[in-house]
């Protein structure tokens, strides 16, 4: 079993920056994917980015050049740095993790274990 805690996050004006943290439990944490996925207000959880194991990053379209996604096995703690905020990235953003290969990044259902979520506010 994984739990998955997040930190980070909160409001802040248009091309501002922000850094989400999440912590995990077990032991295992250096064999799985780690994912961010994020929900605005009425629309479906989308994909934002993804690291596996190895190192290998995958990104949203809509965030490539302005998250970056990292992670430190040796605390257990993924990492997404979040630049050139825009208003549009107003969401609540879950971290993910699970036994994901690179070619499934994307697809949520493919992630065993989820944070709690936490809002992020871009004002404009």
């Known amino acids: 079993q994984v739990q998955l805690v997040q930190s980070g996050g909160g409001l802040v004006q248009a091309g501002g920056s922000l850094r989400l943290s999440c912590a995990a439990s077990?032991?295992?944490?250096?064999?799985?994917?780690m994912g961010w996925f994020r929900q605005a207000p009425g629309k479906e959880r989308e994909f934002v980015a993804a690291?596996?194991?190895?190192?290998?990053?995958s990104y949203a379209d809509s965030v490539r050049g302005r998250f970056t996604s990292s992670r430190d096995n040796a605390k257990n703690t993924e990492y997404l740095q979040m630049n050139s905020l825009k208003p549009e990235d107003t969401a609540v953003y879950y971290c993910?993790?699970?036994?994901?290969?690179?070619?499934?990044?994307?697809?949520?259902?493919?992630?065993?274990?989820w944070g709690q979520g936490t809002q992020v506010t871009v004002s404009s």
């Open positions: 077990g032991r295992t944490f250096g064999s799985y994917t």
């Open positions: 993910a993790a699970g036994v994901v290969s690179t070619t499934q990044h994307t697809q949520q259902g493919k992630y065993n274990y």
């Open positions: 690291i596996s194991w190895s190192g290998t990053r």
